[in-house]
């Protein structure tokens, strides 16, 4: 039985397709006070992927937005749950692509059957109102059938430039924000501050 959940959860790590594994251990809350510890612990409990609650990360490059969906994602994933990352960039990509590709196909069902979808780096690229149409469209398929969480580099209040449409980007909110928690992260960039040097 151990095997077997052991297998199971390295396909669902596998299947989640986090770019590198972060450990919400090595979150630096000392750097970034926007988030307090009561509040991790809490999410840490997972109960609001199981009451369909979305979560929304704002903040300028550095402040440790993706660093905590995917230590979210990755606790998810080893408690059972099934996950799916991918960013803003590479949705637009599998969303285009979807019915001529088999693997886009495949990562566009894994997305849609996920407990949790991660959409990282929302707002860093400029999108066409046809991919904002198609971002709508696969939100309103997510809206109550699975948690989402969203990092962005703009405010809400300016996801209409991004998107292009009022009426569209007041229908995204609307489904987003109906059951979500807002983190509005601020503060120094952590990687700037901590750069390596080679010298």
Known sequence: IE???????????KNAG??????????DLD????????????????????????LIFLGPPGVGKTHLSISLGYKAVEQGYKVSFVTMDNLMH????????????????????SSLVIIDELGYLPITREEANLFFQLISA?????????????????????????????????????RCELFSMSGKSYRLEHRKSLF
């Open 3 to 13: 095997l077997r959940d052991k297998k199971a959860q390295e396909r669902r790590l």
């Open 142 to 178: 997510l809206h109550e059938q699975a948690s989402i969480i969203i990092t962005s580099n703009k405010g809400l209040e300016d996801w209409t430039e991004l998107l292009g449409d009022l009426a569209l980007t007041t229908a995204v909110l609307d489904r987003i924000t109906y």
């Open 31 to 54: 750097f970034q006070r926007s988030i307090t510890k009561k509040q991790i612990n809490r999410l840490l409990e997972m109960e609001w992927i199981d009451r369909m609650y979305n």
């Open 94 to 113: 599998v969303l285009k692509t979807q019915e001529i590709s088999r693997k886009s196909k495949g990562k566009m069902n894994r997305i849609l059957s």
């Open 18 to 27: 986090f770019p590198v594994i972060k450990k919400i251990e090595d979150f």
